[in-house]
T-cell receptor
Framework: GEEVAQTPKHLVRGEGQKAKLYCAPI?????VFWYQQVLKNEFKFLIS????????ETGMPKERFSAKCLPNSPCSLEIQATKLEDSAVYFC?????????????FGPGTRLLVL | SQKIEQNSEALNIQEGKTATLTCNYT??????LQWYRQDPGRGPVFLLL?????KEKRKERLKVTFDTTLKQSLFHITASQPADSATYLC????????????FGSGTRLQVQP
């Protein structure tokens, strides 16, 4: 599609439960990025993919967070055993391999609330 | 670490005036700086990119500058309108387009009619 799609829009989980978020990048875009936005607009980079390969995972809290981008499937971000501090809006972005490759196109986000 | 600072949390101006937002960075100059607009409940939307070797770039009512001496980018909206009210984010990019962006905390612009 022409827009980055993210599902669900909202997700509520009890502390300790699993959360799984999905992202469909723009068709033809080879790079996918996940960001976490907490209070006061602070964006934190989590992980990026080049197609199905992890490109940069320096921002991932590896103990509980994992992500995948498999061929012909939406990308996913999974949080095992959620904690209160995981409450945030999670944005996915994609960018093309050529052309305006520096521009990132963001989805509408998934708002995760951990109670 | 490479930081991006947007010192003004909020900016209120009258319709028709020029809004000027500031973005400062630390350490070495990034290959480029980007400006995004974010409306409540939505993802950031790309507005402009300016490269390290460019002094100024314009797009319609928007203008962005890049001053490597001051380590600063200024973002201007001329003839501002209430519809320009949003949060504006500055972001620095790495050496290639595939790198993650480092965002500033944003400036919330409110244009009063």
């Amino acid at each position: 599609g022409e827009e980055v799609a993210q599902t669900p829009k909202h997700l509520v989980r009890g502390e300790g439960q699993k959360a799984k978020l999905y992202c469909a990048p723009i068709k033809g875009h080879s790079y996918v990025f996940w960001y976490q936005q907490v209070l006061k607009n602070e964006f934190k980079f989590l992980i990026s993919f080049q197609n199905e390969n992890v490109f940069d995972e320096t921002g991932m809290p590896k103990e509980r967070f994992s992500a995948k981008c498999l061929p012909n499937s939406p990308c996913s971000l999974e949080i095992q055993a959620t904690k209160l501090e995981d409450s945030a809006v999670y944005f996915c972005a994609s960018s093309p391999i050529d052309g305006d490759q520096e521009t990132q196109y963001f989805g509408p986000g998934t708002r995760l609330l951990v109670l | 670490s490479q930081k991006i600072e947007q010192n003004s949390e909020a900016l209120n101006i009258q319709e028709g005036k020029t809004a000027t937002l500031t973005c400062n960075y630390t350490n070495y100059s990034p290959a480029y700086l980007q400006w995004y607009r974010q409306d409540p409940g939505r993802g950031p939307v790309f507005l402009l990119l300016i490269r390290e070797n460019e002094k100024e770039k314009r797009k319609e009512r928007l203008k962005v500058t890049f001053d490597t001496t001051l380590k600063q980018s200024l973002f201007h909206i001329t003839a501002s309108q209430p519809a320009d009210s949003a949060t504006y984010l500055c972001a620095r990019g790495g050496g290639t387009g595939r790198r993650a962006l480092t965002f500033g905390s944003g400036t919330r612009l409110q244009v009063q009619p």
